[in-house]
């Protein structure tokens, strides 16, 4: 079983749907919790660092279920430029990060 | 203000080559990193580091060897290149590990035939 698991998508929707994408991890040491976002032949930059309570960031918001060691991203409103591979990302304390293997957005006019 | 910076950007290597990666942030980062990406997966950790002089291995190190004798530099080794080695590789560096953002660099695009 791989550390960190995620939706395989793609995810194909139109402009204005709401899409969400799950993440599950298996290390319960694990620490710190985000979400990449990766467009094609791109580094990955930071989406958003996920918290216990919970954490929204304009058309974004990000779980955390600790006690089911789940993590969950949710898009409202989707736009054409949110068209990515979407990176669930899990670290432990001792700085080392394990990513899943990424699901790929399409919104479509 | 660069971030940082990864060279060369493309290299084709043919197989049993030796080369080096190379990786320099200039945001005094302590953590460094060194991924792989194989088309339509995640990120593979190959070496990481804690601050100069200290690195460790990731998930998938065979084949690679890393030094950083500095803040500001990582290089990855590769020696003996072989096909499966052919990715892209990508650094980046974080302020203090495990619960601050990782910057990464543009990549490195690699053959080896």
């Known amino acids: 079983r791989k550390e960190v698991e995620q939706d395989p998508g793609p995810f194909n929707v139109p402009e204005g749907a709401t899409v969400a994408f799950n993440c599950t991890y298996s290390?319960?040491?694990?620490?710190?919790f985000f979400w990449y976002r990766q467009d094609c032949r791109k580094e990955p930059k930071l989406l958003m660092s996920?918290?216990?309570s919970g954490n929204e960031d304009g058309r974004f918001t990000a779980q955390l279920n600790r006690a089911s060691q789940y993590i969950s991203l949710l898009i409202r409103d989707s736009k054409l430029s949110d068209s990515a591979t979407y990176l669930c990302?899990?670290?432990?304390?001792?700085?080392?990060?394990?990513f899943g293997d990424g699901t790929t957005l399409t919104v479509k006019p | 203000n660069a971030g940082v910076t990864q060279t060369p950007k493309f290299r084709i290597l043919k197989i049993g080559q030796s080369m080096t990666l190379q990786c320099t942030q200039d945001?005094?980062?302590?953590?460094m990193y060194w991924y792989r990406q194989d088309p339509g997966m995640g990120l593979k950790l190959i070496y990481y580091?804690?601050?100069?002089?200290?690195?460790d291995k990731g998930e998938v190190p065979n084949g690679y060897n890393v030094s950083r004798s500095t803040t500001e530099d990582f290089p990855l080794r590769l020696e003996l290149a072989a096909p499966s080695q052919t990715s892209v590789y990508f650094c980046?560096?974080?302020?203090?590990?495990?619960?601050?953002?990782?910057?990464f660099g543009p990549g490195t695009r690699l053959t080896v035939t």
């Open positions: 980046a560096s974080s302020s203090a590990g495990a619960h601050y953002e990782q910057y």
């Open positions: 290390n319960s040491a694990s620490q710190s």
């Open positions: 996920v918290y216990s």
């Open positions: 990302v899990v670290n432990t304390n001792a700085g080392k990060s394990t």
């Open positions: 945001m005094n980062h302590n953590y």
């Open positions: 580091s804690v601050g100069a002089g200290i690195t």
